[in-house]
């Protein structure tokens, strides 16, 4: 969290619109990473390479086999999706551009949403988490890409895109041309 100012907008995207990952495995999936690397080879984290092989048999064993078991372990994810849209509603600022440093538009982002406690106690953790936390991504008038949020966004983008690619999603935008994404 810097000085930095730039525009924040917590709003939802349709899962068919998000960006395709650049370099999934990073992290906490270090077996994941190594079969995308065997995939994709030199450009594992290019998402053009990503978005062309997503929706191959190998990338969706990869997803199926690695992604899966660790995002069920905490609930299902469409329905954490759900509720955390849902819940981030309550905000003041929800789907507003807010100019200024992040803990500013985090600040605003919060005013009306209850405290961690109440939604922990209302949502259970994991959902709290993804109200207070949503993936971040990064837009600068022509592309948009993840700061995080990749690999449950895969995911549920897996699960939801072929039958519902307009299912809403919470995120985090920030950038210098967000006016220009989906209001």
Known sequence: MSNHVTTYRFTTIAVGDLPYPQGLGKGDHPELEFGMRRLLGHRWED?????????????????????????????????????????AHASHAFNRDITGTYAEAFTQYRCGIPSLDELIAAHGPVIAWWILDP?????????????????????LRSLM???????????????????????
């Open 47 to 87: 998402p053009a390479a990503n978005e062309r092989l997503f929706w191959t048999p190998r990338y969706q064993d990869l997803i199926r086999s690695h992604l899966k078991p660790y995002f069920d372990r905490r609930g299902d994810i469409v329905e954490v999706a759900t509720r955390a849209v849902n819940g």
């Open 135 to 155: 993936p971040r991504l990064f837009w600068n008038g022509r592309a948009m890409w993840f700061h995080d949020g990749r690999h449950r966004l895969s995911y």
């Open 161 to 183: 895109q072929p039958s519902d690619p307009g299912f809403p999603v919470l995120v985090e935008l920030s950038g210098s041309a967000i006016g220009a994404v989906a209001q």
